[in-house]
């Protein structure tokens, strides 16, 4: 196969973000909502540039020190430029978009002004603030005092300052101050209530300049915004001394000192100061040096405040309850009754968080399994599992320490469970532990009953507000059995185990994959039905993309629901015209992972935790789980359905990467999501 019939990842996935920004850019979408979601965008590029454009530049190095040639289509050096290029125009849009936003506000009575902006009684408040709050807080650095450039610090954002004087004999000096965002916050709202003002904490600095720098004898300041990315690659030693823990410690500590991989600047910035700047952090053009407005970090602007108005921002819909779970019932009776599926946000997390508890208390219960990608600040999950430790039940926790920019939180939870007499253990080397596993033994009648959850999302209480993620929790003695195995394998990866049931990468997820598509494909040259219908968040690996398109060949109907990056081009005559693909970006962040396969009539459904790229398929430990109770397929081919059927924020996946939504004239709008919400909540209403 030619790599023209494939989309670059990188491209594709700045064309999901681009998706991001057009929620920013639609007047549909409430206000604040639309602010939010220029801080998506940004903390989304971010991450890109910090892991993305940092492995692209980590390639170019190996290429500029090899002698061999590179089997891609298009050089590392080419795609970085294309980057570039793309991520230069988005800016532009994004600025506008910003702009456009802020005079949206105005109309709401919402005004943000900067320092220059100020009356008197505004002036005096600022002062006030700045004195008071801010100043003690800044660590101004004059630039001509010092022989290393200050090391700037990843996710900050920083004033590059600018100082003259009408006086010819004083020369024009540099300066630095990191902006603290972290200790302050960004937002500084006024106390009026007729109108909302609120002023930028970079802008309460630019005001505060004169009082900074009053030893000196300047006349003018300058203050240009400037943030530099760099790349979150962890270096991992390899000295046996030191346990795997101490060795992440140690890489996330030294992740400050990664190489830039991005500098965004005030494309306003005087020449000379900007020049000074390149010089003095060695960049050149590879770091890709990106003009930007006066803002920069609008991740922070995620936490945008509403002010009080409702209207401007969605509708808070409250998770709802699962039918089948009632107040005083156990939930091991629940379960025993049949398969649990719960679906988040639209179903409550809690429901999982008290079955946790519950098992922490039972006394039937005498051991608790479960692994641990990412989980919330003041995690419940964590709180249920010392209780159960504390309880004497045998914990075993299995946490990814390289959970990347979780490292931090994962290393102090490690440590507390273990001072609780939990277990905890740290995977295979090599091998990251993304699946998202349970396993809660308990004595009935005598003999061990295991009890298995497997979810495609984080056990994150705080993420599942906001991500759609589907969690099957079962009694089933098959599937139970082989997360038993899973665990085992954690632990003693000595041991090798087949799986009947489960699909667990590395080993066993890309053959049934394969052999799943083959009986599609056989299926279809009978001429019998034959289809297909993933729900994923990317789709990147070139041999499953081979695949698909062997199986459109053959004649098999392939319908594709992809957050983020994908390769795969459909609706390619020759290629892949039976293939349809669309992305939805609303209100949840779709992170369910789906497949159904026709298998002649016969259904099959399974939920995962991996996506289709070669990481997760070879590289990862990950689980694709079979739901077997016809109940909870027709479920899960309900979610598919509306989802395809969405004609609201669902764009097309083509060529063009152009993003074009999928409405059909005359047709009734259907919004997923919203489709969703309405068919649990009368779910929940019917259960009494």
Known sequence: MKNKKLINREISWLSFNERVLQEAADQNVPIVERIRFLGIFSNNLDEFFKVRVATIKRMIDVQANSKSETSF??????????????????????????QELRNELIKERIIIIDEKQLTRKKEEFVNRYFIEQVLPVLTPIMLHNVKDFPNLKDRSIYLAIKMSSNNPKIENEYAIIEVPTERLGRFLLFPIRTRKYLILLDDVIRYGLKIVFSQFHFDHFEAFTIKLTRDAELDIDNDLSKSFLEKIDESVLNRSEGQPVRFVYDEKMSKDLLTYLIHRLN??????????????????????????????????????????????????????????LLHFPYQKFNHYINWLREASM???????KTTLYRVANDSAVINALINAALNGKNVTVNIELQARFDEKSNIFWSK?????????TFGIRGLKVHSKLTLISRTENGRTVNYAA?????????????????????????????????FDFLHNTFKNYSFKYLMVSPNYQRKRL??????????????LPAFIILKVNSLVDTDMIRKLYLAN?????????????CSLIPG??????????????????????????????????????????????????????????????????????????????????????????????????????????SYYKKLSEGKN
């Open 73 to 98: 289509r298009e050089t590392p050096k080419e795609i970085l430029n294309q980057i570039q290029q793309i991520v230069i125009r988005q800016q532009k849009k994004f600025e506008s978009t910003y």
């Open 283 to 340: 960049l050149d053009e590879d770091d890709n040096l990106i003009p930007g407005g006066r803002y920069h970090n609008f991740k922070d602007f995620m936490k945008f405040p509403n002010l009080g108005k409702k209207h401007l921002q969605y509708e808070v819909q409250p998770s709802l309850d699962h039918p089948r779970i009632q107040p005083g019932k156990s939930l091991f009776e629940v379960i025993s009754e049949k398969d649990l």
């Open 362 to 368: 039972d006394p039937k219960v005498t051991s608790v």
């Open 416 to 424: 507390r469970l273990e001072e609780v007499g939990a277990k905890v």
């Open 454 to 486: 497997i979810g495609t999302g984080n056990f994150h209480e705080g993420t599942a507000h906001v991500y759609s993620d589907l969690l099957l929790i079962t009694k089933d003695k098959y599937i139970s059995a082989e997360v038993w195995k899973v």
């Open 514 to 527: 394969n052999a799943m598509i083959d009986t599609e494909i056989a299926n279809a040259k009978k001429g």
């Open 553 to 565: 060949n053959s004649g098999v109907k392939i319908k594709l629901i992809v957050r983020g990056t």
């Open 572 to 677: 390619i005559q020759g290629q892949s015209e039976n293939i349809e693909a669309i992305s939805i970006v609303d209100k949840y962040l779709e992170h369910s992972r789906i497949f159904v396969f026709c298998n002649g009539g016969d259904e099959l459904y399974f939920i995962s935790s991996a996506d289709w790229m070669t990481r997760n398929i070879d590289n990862r430990i990950e689980v694709s789980a079979p739901v077997f109770d016809k109940e909870l397929q027709a479920e899960l081919r309900n979610i598919l359905d509306v989802q395809l059927s969405d004609n609201v924020k669902s764009r097309i996946i083509d060529e063009t990467q152009s993003n074009h939504y999928k409405k059909v004239i005359g047709e009734k709008l259907i919004r997923s999501q919203a489709e969703l919400y």
